[in-house]
């Protein structure tokens, strides 16, 4: 634990953001309705909590969510109003494509706010304890029009790879994974902690980690 504790503290604090607006953008463009959401907030999660061993803060996941659903409920909700994009999924064909693509803009955008949010709040000698809400949101919607322009060229890289066989295959795969792992989990045949597990190892796959 103190080996991996050491590795995330000696990344740069971009190189931690920019890893997780990539996972976003990725998880947002599988293309299930709710679940897409689901796996974007995991990802967030997994990134405030490196934020923190990046700059030595005490991390407690009940507060972490707490702050993310705080900061990004706002930006999601206003942008997939107006898009539509989770329900825009259950059309087929043109539905899942645009659901899918506006899906991973938003999801990149506000992976980096909330990123540079928290950094810089913890850059400046805050902590989980001085928190200021609106100083917090301010920078957060501050941060989310450079984070969409990093969520688009993401998107176009990874819309370029899944035109190809292979990449339809693995999406479909993913796809496929992913909604096996969500059934499961709703008639608790995993734990959540197996559920985070495995959704992640199927994201590696489609994210070519592996």
Same mark, same amino acid.
């Given at each position: 634990? %103190? #080996?991996? %504790?050491?590795?995330?503290?000696?990344? @740069?604090?971009?190189?931690?953001?920019?890893?997780?607006?990539?996972?976003?953008? $990725?998880?947002?463009?599988? /293309?299930? /309705?709710?679940?897409?959401?689901?796996?974007?907030? =995991?990802? +967030?999660?997994? !990134?405030?909590?490196?934020?923190? *061993?990046?700059?030595?803060?005490?991390?407690?996941?009940?507060? $972490?969510?707490?702050?993310?659903?705080?900061?990004?409920?706002?930006? !999601?909700?206003?942008?997939?109003?107006?898009?539509?994009?989770?329900?825009?999924?259950?059309? /087929?064909?043109?539905?899942?494509?645009?659901?899918?693509?506006? !899906?991973?803009?938003?999801?990149?955008?506000?992976?980096? =706010?909330?990123?540079?949010?928290?950094?810089?709040?913890?850059?400046? $000698?805050?902590?989980?304890? @001085?928190?200021?809400? $609106?100083?917090?949101?301010?920078?957060? @919607?501050?941060?989310?029009?450079?984070? #969409?322009? !990093? =969520?688009?060229?993401?998107? %176009?890289?990874?819309?370029?790879?899944?035109? *190809? /066989?292979?990449?339809? %295959?693995?999406?479909?795969?993913?796809? #496929?994974?992913?909604?096996?792992?969500?059934?499961?989990? =709703?008639?608790? +045949?995993?734990?959540?902690?197996?559920?985070?597990?495995?959704?992640?190892?199927?994201?590696?796959?489609?994210?070519?980690?592996?």
């Amino acid at each position: 634990m %103190e #080996k991996k %504790e050491e590795k995330i503290q000696e990344k @740069n604090i971009d190189a931690i953001i920019q890893h997780h607006v990539y996972w976003a953008v $990725g998880a947002g463009l599988i /293309p299930l /309705p709710v679940v897409d959401i689901a796996a974007v907030t =995991a990802i +967030q999660v997994d !990134m405030l909590k490196q934020v923190c *061993t990046h700059y030595k803060i005490d991390y407690s996941e009940e507060t $972490g969510k707490t702050w993310i659903t705080a900061l990004v409920t706002s930006t !999601m909700s206003s942008v997939l109003a107006r898009i539509g994009s989770s329900a825009l999924k259950f059309i /087929p064909v043109v539905g899942t494509i645009l659901g899918a693509t506006s !899906m991973a803009i938003v999801s990149g955008a506000s992976t980096y =706010a909330l990123g540079k949010a928290f950094s810089h709040h913890f850059e400046n $000698g805050g902590s989980f304890n @001085n928190l200021d809400e $609106g100083k917090v949101k301010e920078f957060y @919607n501050e941060q989310v029009k450079e984070g #969409k322009k !990093m =969520a688009q060229k993401l998107k %176009e890289q990874y819309l370029e790879l899944i035109k *190809t /066989p292979a990449g339809k %295959e693995k999406q479909h795969t993913a796809t #496929k994974k992913l909604k096996e792992l969500d059934d499961l989990k =709703a008639n608790k +045949q995993i734990t959540d902690e197996e559920y985070e597990k495995l959704k992640k190892e199927v994201f590696k796959k489609f994210l070519g980690e592996e």
